[in-house]
């Protein structure tokens, strides 16, 4: 397998499939609710994943996929090539504010993330990276993540995690917000890491996320030296959802020792 070929089979579909989101801009949204109200999908992210779908079956027949909306493969393992999308992660800031959102892509072989990419379509900003080969933010290489304290730290983080809540003990995230810089919440997890992978935050928790939100992000993290688990510390399940715990070297042991605690 040529890598260096799907590199730039995928840049240009990430582009084309940025391309119909920015025009779609102009017209009506149709948007509904999947788990809860809150839990939005427009044609939009059905019409992008079915897009990758098409291209990638056509480039790519024996690979498979793994997209939020449900139009790829129903995966029992992940051997072989997949393709691990969520067409537009950030849903809820598309249709609210038309920004905020990205493509997250992720390619893994037997399991391991070997090209990941976040495309922030709005600003024409497209994060990648190549296993070994450093991490891109568009032609620019993304500099290697040095170590920072706590008190220097900002984190990613969903203020309802500091509230009482059958998650997580509240008391260590308390502490947390006491001790670092500043907490952000952006709304989309790709995003998060993206932004965790160029040092705009040192670190960025979820209680609930699926492959396709991080599988792109996590070998763009990786490549610049930050540390990807779960809150439990240990590597993520790449079928089904996990918590998610992404921070510069360092900080990701000492945050999961002294701050955290799930219930
Ligand atoms: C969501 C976003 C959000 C995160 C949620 C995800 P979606 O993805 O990444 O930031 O908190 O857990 O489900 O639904 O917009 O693709
Ligand atoms: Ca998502
Ligand atoms: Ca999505």
Known sequence: MDIFKLDRDAKNMLKEAGNRIRTSFSSELSIESKADANDLVTNIDKEIEQFFIRQINAAYP??????????????EHLEGIVWMLDPIDGTMNFIHQKRNFAISLGIYKDGEG?????????????????KGHGA????????????????????????????????IE?????????????????????????????????AYMSMRLSPWDVAGGMVIASEVGAVATNL????????????????????????????????
């Open 62 to 75: 024996s690979h498979l996929i793994l997209g939020e909306e449900g139009f790829g493969n129903q995966l």
């Open 136 to 167: 891109f933010l568009n032609d620019e290489r993304i500099p290697f993540l040095e170590e920072t304290s706590i008190q220097e730290a900002i984190i990613g983080m969903n203020a309802s995690w500091v509230v009482p809540n059958d998650h």
């Open 170 to 202: 509240n008391d260590g995230l308390i502490q947390l917000v006491r001790d670092v810089r500043g907490i952000r919440s952006y709304g989309s997890a790709a995003l998060e890491l993206a932004y965790v992978a160029t040092g705009r935050i040192d």
């Open 232 to 263: 439990r510390g240990e590597s993520l399940k790449m079928l089904g959802t996990d918590t998610f715990f992404v921070a510069r070297g360092g900080l990701h042991q000492q945050i999961l020792t002294n701050y955290i605690k799930l219930k």
């Open 114 to 130: 070997i090209l990941g990419y976040i495309y922030d379509v709005v600003l024409d900003e497209l994060y990648s990276a190549h």
